[in-house]
């Protein structure tokens, strides 16, 4: 089965932008999709379909992909998006399987 | 609005089921499938599995074939995950969400609140 890999953690200075990424061989063929999960919460959706947001989900977040890495950009990260973030795509080995990230710990300096 | 219900903690003992539901609402249950996802205390999400609401097709990860089954019962709108033959390791929190299909991407949303199931003796 595939592998998506991310650095286990991230910071940045409030206000700063931070990019949090995702490495994996099924994302030269399928999106990836971003979640964000806070303490003692059920994860949400912040980016789908590569670059494209929920309703409610701030334009400070956007998503981009080259090669086999998909990245989750945060413009001006604001004390709340303090948060695990799990990618996630479709198994490229068979797409009928799923695979999320190991997810990245962001902290907001 | 769309929301997705789960039942309650469970404890269990090693060697035992479980099986949580996950009740929908706020949209036609047959018009998408569900997904089950866990995470172990202070470890990541692992995709459990998927079953369409419409059809009732199932796919499972490699690690649970053999010990997970997927139900629905489409009269009540409610989904039902269970699991075999449990272990110490098999302690996490169980989440159900939705499943929405693009082209070359799926995504989960929402989420139900999730089940806690601890397997101690």
């Given at each position: 089965s595939s592998e998506l890999t991310q650095d286990p953690a991230v910071s940045v200075a409030l206000g700063q932008t931070v990019r949090i990424t995702c490495q994996g061989d099924s994302l030269r063929s399928y999106y990836a999709t971003w979640y964000q999960q806070k303490p003692g919460q059920a994860p949400v959706v912040?980016?789908?379909?590569?670059n494209n947001r929920p309703s409610?989900?701030?334009?400070?977040f956007s998503g981009s992909s080259s090669g086999n890495t998909a990245s989750l950009t945060i413009t001006g990260?604001?004390?709340?998006?303090?948060a695990d973030y799990y990618c996630y795509s479709r198994d490229?080995?068979?797409?009928?399987l799923r695979v999320f990230g190991g997810g990245t710990k962001l902290t907001v300096l | 609005q769309v929301q997705l219900v789960q039942s309650g903690a469970e404890v269990k003992k090693p060697g035992a089921s479980v099986k949580v539901s996950c009740k929908a609402s706020?949209?036609?249950?047959?018009?998408y499938g569900i997904n089950w996802v866990r995470q172990a205390p202070g470890q990541g999400l692992e995709w459990m599995g998927w079953i369409s609401a419409y059809s009732g097709n199932t796919s499972s990860a490699q690690k649970l074939q053999g010990r997970v089954t997927m139900t629905t019962d489409t009269s009540s709108s409610t989904a039902y995950m269970e699991l075999r033959s449990?272990?110490?390791?098999?302690?996490a929190v169980y989440y159900c969400a939705r499943d929405l299909v693009a082209v070359a991407t799926n995504w989960f949303?929402?989420?139900?609140?999730g089940t806690l199931v601890i397997v101690s003796s």
């Open positions: 912040v980016i789908y379909d590569e409610g989900i701030p334009d400070r990260a604001q004390a709340e998006d303090e490229n080995s068979a797409n009928h | 706020g949209y036609t249950f047959t018009d449990l272990r110490s390791d098999d302690t949303d929402p989420w139900g609140q």
